[in-house]
């Protein structure tokens, strides 16, 4: 028995999984038309490389990677390409971005494809792949898995596969470890190939037992060495990468550190099974599981192309007619989808249909009284009523202190406190506001610089010119001497004149840049400045939702009241 | 739009607070066993003024009646203050120290959750050092064998301050046990000497031991259902234990046993429901322990040298005023930053 570590608080809520487990995953059939967004993953949007008309067929790249952290985006079948425009999509800003909309043919027709054996190929080109192949993390952080499966030799211990599924409701990992679990222990072979990883721990909640046996029977059938199955107590939010690193390793790997620096490297279930067929078989990723439960007929799990309008997706299931809204995600860190005509994306790992029976609202939030039951469940060791406190009174120097920035948002401390304040509104409102006074303070800062470069650009063209003008008098004084009646007086004044700018002037452009020199180096690293690209597309997602939040928080009363949030 | 988390647990201020009134049951069952019902009447006063104040204080500043009035925090207050003082009070005393801790020492500064001082200490500071006389007027314990008061006759005394034909206030009532003993070592009697008076029983005061018993299991159901944390009572009772101890040791003809401190006046009600009011204590661990660990040295010092019999109220009061500092210096290291400077 593997000795787990624990990591300090969590929650227990209900788990309501096994509505959604009594039937195995169904294939959800090809809707009407599909919504593919171009930015389903962390970094870059991918650049459409079809035109409005075209047919393309099933895996067909329709978007190319751009950029170092991008990934591929494909057509899910085969169809007419029928708009690139710009519509709302599921991801929380609520925002819309660049879609192609496909109207499938319904013969579902494949490309051209083939996999490799992963034995035989550079581990480049097995990277390159998975970026042509669009696999990204489909825990829900969508980050390209081609940039996580980079490593130096004996760098990483332990690759951690997560099937841990901490939120409620969810089942879509449950469900593909039950019935897929060879495939996805292949892809966490290949996986641990590329990362040179001497282990790998798959860690599965103890709730999920039918998949903890499959899981385990298929590291015994495939003979996989350096592999173990463990069951890790249900305790949200032990699926968080970080939480499940420390239970199964006991290494805490803190905020802004990366865990590979600390020899362990965390993909989800899925992700490896995607792997395992785009290396393989040269599938590309143009589907994925879908739990379709809350307020509906008959809760299920469905494996759903990219693309498909949640609307359609959930009148499979049979949603119910008082549903008011879909929600991505579990109930915990979900997202409430601006629209049921939103594709289903690569981060789609769930839909809720919400009525109010179901998700009654919250009742109005009474002044917090200090019972720290939120530090009590803070799974990052916070001090969740003081960052509150300091969010409220907008003291954004004092969030930073008390580490506003370690906050994962898993809501742990929203859902025990007894005042039921949305205290997680409140730090995303507070994280969003600092990005942009630093943003603010860098462009001031590149403006403050731009000026003095200017400054100095027209101090040193004045000098020069300074210099021709003396130049030209040497040369007419030279042309003078030489020349035999010099009647022209020489201008001494332009000579003397010349000969001091060429002093004063230099000094004091030294001056300047000693001085441009000193502000940069006692200027206060920023977080902006430290962040991975992942945070900075997080950033650019926040930003989206701040003006919205900013406006909550100003209706918001002086003292007692949090932001309202117009549950429209 | 709504954001996540998108379920909360069921739980509220106002069951909190529910649960720490009901915790306050076995005290105030064995309180009207030995004294009578006469603490019912006080509590009763207490709790009415108390909603009426934090009614009108609420439409003062605006806010709603609804949330605020079922949130169970006034009528805590009113409790805890009725439980600190006399029940034999003159109704006004209770009416007064209510008002005054709902309106001045809640209200004023922001009302729930905003108080930096205990309001129900502020109540019984400022009773106390109005009407210190009124203060020291304790009924005497059933089975004494002095004269008992029956219900009505306490009544009669709470309300219009009639006492029957022929009977002076002293003859019914008592100074506390810790009141008591100030005096009579002040006297030059001993310890001993003065242990063997009837009003004391097995621990401290005779009655009053039990009540203290009553809170502390009271204390003890609130810990197993994690409404408090050990944090508080543990060190405030271990603080008084130790000062009261080592006094004890060097000079058991002055000093009481630790026991006897423990059993006394309130430091059973201030370990479980005073010091652990969460809007006026520290949030961390650490800040807890040395909180209530003050407290505890505080409240000894106070009874054993200073001008009150007892030092509980007091002790809070001066602690209070430190926890902002304590909170600012014992902030715990987050995940991931263990033995990281801060």
């Given at each position: ?7 300090h ?7 309501h999984?096994?509505?959604?487990t ?9 809707p009407?038309?599909l ?17 409005v008309?075209?047919r ?5 790249i ?6 170092r ?16 425009d ?8 609520g925002?819309?971005?660049?879609c192609?909309t496909?109207?499938?043919d319904?013969?579902d ?12 190929t ?5 990277r ?7 696999v990204v ?8 898995s ?24 969810i ?13 996805i ?6 996986l641990?190939?590329?990362?040179y990883?001497?282990?790998?721990l798959i ?6 037992p039918?998949a ?13 060495a350096?592999?173990?199955v ?14 499940l ?14 865990s590979?620096?600390?020899?362990v490297?965390c ?16 599938e ?13 007929e008959?809760?299920?799990?469905y ?46 790992n ?6 109010p ?12 009284i ?12 916070l001090q ?6 300091f969010?409220?009174a ?6 930073q202190?008390?580490?506003?920035f ?9 859902y025990?406190?007894?005042?039921q ?10 994280k ?23 400054l ?5 063209e ?7 003008l ?5 040369a007419?004084l030279?042309a ?5 009646a ?41 977080n902006v400045n ?5 945070q ?15 406006e ?11 932001p ?5 | ?11 509220s ?6 649960r ?13 066993w ?10 009763a006063l ?7 104040t934090?009614a ?5 500043r ?5 949330p ?15 439980l600190?003082?006399?029940?034999l ?15 001045i ?25 109005s ?7 304790w ?18 005394y709470i309300f219009?301050?009639?006492?029957p ?7 019914v ?15 030059g ?7 063997d ?24 159901y ?5 409404i408090i ?12 234990f ?17 026991l ?10 201030g ?8 809007v ?22 106070i ?10 109220a ?22 991931g ?6």
């Amino acid at each position: 028995m593997r000795p787990l570590f624990k990591f300090h608080g969590g929650v227990h809520p209900a788990t309501h999984k096994a509505e959604s487990t009594r039937t195995p995953i169904a294939l959800a059939p090809i809707p009407t038309k599909l919504v593919i967004p171009l930015h389903q993953h962390v970094g870059n949007r991918a650049v459409p490389v079809v035109q409005v008309g075209e047919r393309v067929l099933k895996g067909q790249i329709i978007g190319r990677p751009e950029g170092r952290l991008s990934s591929a985006v494909h057509a899910s079948t085969s169809g007419t390409v029928s708009a690139i425009d710009m519509q709302l999509v599921a991801h929380h800003s609520g925002l819309p971005d660049l879609c192609v909309t496909l109207i499938p043919d319904g013969k579902d027709e494949w490309i051209a494809h083939s996999g490799v054996d992963y034995r035989q190929t550079e581990h480049t080109d097995l990277r390159h792949l998975l970026r042509q192949a669009g696999v990204v993390g489909l825990g829900g952080a969508v980050f390209p898995s081609d940039m996580k499966s980079y490593s130096h030799k004996h760098k990483i211990k332990t690759l951690v596969l997560n099937g841990a599924e901490c939120e409620p409701y969810i089942t879509c990992d449950d469900m593909l470890m039950r019935e897929r679990a060879g495939d996805i222990l292949r892809g966490a072979e290949v996986l641990r190939e590329l990362l040179y990883a001497e282990e790998v721990l798959i860690g599965i909640e103890d709730n999920k037992p039918e998949a903890i046996a499959a899981m385990q029977k298929a590291v015994l059938d495939d003979k996989h060495a350096h592999m173990e199955v463990i069951a890790v107590p249900t305790l949200y939010p032990g699926g968080g990468a970080k939480q499940l690193i420390r239970v199964l390793t006991g290494i805490e790997v803190a905020a802004g550190v990366r865990s590979t620096e600390m020899g362990v490297q965390c993909f989800n279930v899925a992700t490896a099974y995607c792997v395992w067929r785009a290396i393989t078989f040269g599938e590309p990723l143009l589907s994925r599981i879908v739990t379709v439960t809350g307020n509906v007929e008959h809760a299920q799990n469905y494996e759903v192309l990219l693309g498909t309008p949640v609307d359609e997706l959930v009148a499979l299931a049979g949603s119910r007619a008082d549903t008011n809204k879909h929600i991505m995600g579990g109930p915990m860190m979900g997202v409430d989808l601006p629209s049921g005509s939103v594709g289903v994306t690569k981060a789609t790992n769930c839909i809720i249909e919400a009525s109010p029976k179901l998700f009654p609202p919250p009742p109005p939030a009474l002044p917090c009284i200090r019972c720290t039951r939120c530090a009590d469940v803070c799974p990052a060791e916070l001090q969740p009523q003081e960052l509150f406190w300091f969010s409220k009174a907008k003291d954004f120097g004092k969030a930073q202190e008390y580490h506003l920035f370690d906050c994962i948002e898993c809501g742990a401390c929203a859902y025990v406190c007894p005042s039921q304040i949305p205290l997680v509104q409140y730090y995303r409102f507070a994280k969003s506001e600092i990005w942009q006074r630093e943003r603010d303070a860098q462009a001031a800062d590149l403006a403050r610089e731009r000026h003095e470069y200017r400054l100095m650009r027209i101090e040193r063209e004045k000098q020069e010119k300074a210099e021709r003008l003396a130049q030209k008098e040497k040369a007419a004084l030279a042309a003078k001497a030489a020349s035999p009646a010099p009647a022209v007086n020489p201008e001494p004044a332009h000579t003397s004149s010349a000969a001091d700018p060429d002093d004063t002037l230099q000094m004091r452009i030294d001056a300047a840049v000693a001085r441009a020199k000193a502000q940069a180096a006692t200027a206060q690293p920023k977080n902006v400045n430290a962040l991975t690209p992942q945070q900075q597309a997080e950033i650019a997602e926040i930003e989206a939702r701040r003006a919205k939040i900013r406006e909550m928080a100003s209706h918001a009363g002086a003292d007692d009241e949090p932001p309202k949030s117009n549950q429209g | 739009m709504w954001s996540s988390p998108f379920i909360t647990q069921p739980s509220s201020v106002s069951q909190i607070m529910l649960r720490v009134l009901i915790a306050l049951i076995p005290g105030i069952a064995l309180y009207v066993w030995y004294f009578g019902p006469a603490i019912l009447v006080s509590i009763a006063l207490a709790s009415v003024t108390a909603l009426a104040t934090e009614a009108v204080m609420l439409k003062l500043r605006q806010r709603p009646l609804g949330p605020f009035l079922s949130d169970n925090s006034a009528l805590l207050t009113a409790w805890l203050l009725a439980l600190s003082i006399p029940a034999l009070a003159p109704w006004w005393m209770v009416v007064v120290g209510t008002a005054f801790a709902i309106a001045i020492s809640k209200h004023l500064y922001g009302g729930l959750g905003n108080n930096p001082f205990n309001p129900a200490m502020i109540g019984y500071a400022v009773l106390i050092i109005s009407f210190p006389v009124h203060m020291t007027h304790w009924i005497t314990p059933h089975g004494m064998g002095g004269i008992e008061l029956s219900f009505g006759e306490q009544l009669d005394y709470i309300f219009n301050g009639v006492l029957p034909d022929g009977l002076k206030l002293d003859a019914v009532t008592m100074a506390t046990p810790l009141d008591t003993l100030k005096t009579q070592l002040h006297l030059g009697l001993s310890v001993n000497d003065i242990r063997d008076m009837p009003i004391y029983g097995h621990l401290a005061g005779k009655g009053s031991e039990m009540v203290a018993l009553g809170f502390a299991i009271g204390g003890l159901y609130l810990l197993s259902i994690r409404i408090i944390s050990w944090h508080l009572p543990v060190a405030f009772l271990a603080s008084l234990f130790a000062t009261a101890g080592i006094f004890h040791l060097v000079d058991s003809v002055h000093y009481v046993t630790p026991l006897f401190h423990w059993f006394s006046g309130a430091a059973m009600l201030g370990a479980f429901f005073i010091l652990t009011d969460p809007v006026t204590s520290p949030t961390t661990a650490k800040g807890k322990l040395i909180f209530a660990a003050g407290a505890g040295l505080l409240t000894y010092l106070i009874r054993a040298f200073g001008g009150f019999p007892d030092g509980m109220a007091f002790a809070t009061l001066l602690m209070n005023i430190c926890v902002p500092l304590i909170d600012a210096w014992t902030q715990p290291r987050v995940f991931g930053k263990k033995g990281e400077g801060k």
